[in-house]
């Protein structure tokens, strides 16, 4: 079955304890990418990668760093979380960008 | 920086009536403006896309107008049913750059 998935899919921590959400995908998508949802702001985009040689910043990564070593992972990072980046994270992938993009089923972190 | 603004926050509409969900955007580049649908519980699912060569799409009950002057698009749904039920995300990106914006969200609640 072609999906993305995350892991894991809820998580609680404490400030300071690094963590890593990861994401694969099976549909041999170049292009991935990693979203933080809050309520009354939408979808904001943390990082994404276009291909295995290119990855760059979304709007709001402060605080995250990823990395695409292979064509199907993408893990986001948190090397020092914080209270603010309690969220719910989706990762998502597309054949390339600006195209249908799947996305994950979501990881909710909580950081005490 | 890039900003999608979406309209309205929440919308309540009785079953077979048709909703309208409206979007702008800031950045004039933009050129690709998808439409994702989310469920309870669910990562986003796309419902339908436009690009900035074409004024309208449509797929069955659903329909998408841009209005590139005016930097605004719309997604239209009629002969609403209860299952329409979800929250209903616009975005906008432009070529070359791997940013995806998305506006804040409609949560539609279609009444049987």
């Known amino acids: 079955e072609a999906q993305v998935t995350q892991n894991p899919r809820y998580l609680i921590t404490v400030t300071g304890k690094k963590l890593t959400v990861t994401c694969s995908q099976n549909?041999?998508?170049?292009?991935m990418s990693w979203y933080r949802q809050d309520p009354g702001l939408g979808l904001r985009q943390i990082y994404y990668?276009?291909?295995?040689?290119?990855?760059d910043k979304g709007d709001v990564p402060e605080g995250y760093k990823v990395s695409r070593k292979e064509k199907r992972n993408f893990p986001l990072i948190l090397e020092s979380p914080s209270p603010n980046q309690t969220s719910l994270y989706f990762c998502?992938?597309?054949?390339?960008?600006?195209?249908?993009?799947?996305f994950g089923p979501g990881t909710r972190l909580l950081v005490l | 920086g890039e900003n999608v603004e979406q309209h309205p926050s929440t919308l309540s509409v009785q079953e077979g009536d048709s909703a309208v969900i409206k979007c702008t955007y800031s950045?004039?580049?933009?050129?690709?403006f998808p439409w994702y649908k989310q469920e309870l519980g669910k990562g986003p699912q796309l419902i339908i896309d436009?690009?900035?060569?074409?004024g309208e799409k449509k797929d069955q009950r659903i329909a998408v107008t841009l209005n590139k002057t005016a930097k605004h698009f719309s997604l239209h749904i009629t002969e609403t049913q209860p299952e329409d039920s979800a929250v209903y995300f616009c975005?906008?990106?432009?070529?070359?750059?791997?940013?995806?914006?998305f506006g804040q969200g409609t949560t539609l609640q279609v009444k049987p």
């Open positions: 998502a992938s597309s054949l390339r960008y600006q195209e249908t993009q799947y």
């Open positions: 990668s276009m291909n295995v040689e290119v990855t």
């Open positions: 975005a906008a990106s432009r070529s070359n750059t791997g940013k995806l914006i």
């Open positions: 549909m041999n998508h170049e292009y």
């Open positions: 950045d004039s580049a933009s050129n690709y």
């Open positions: 436009i690009r900035s060569n074409v």
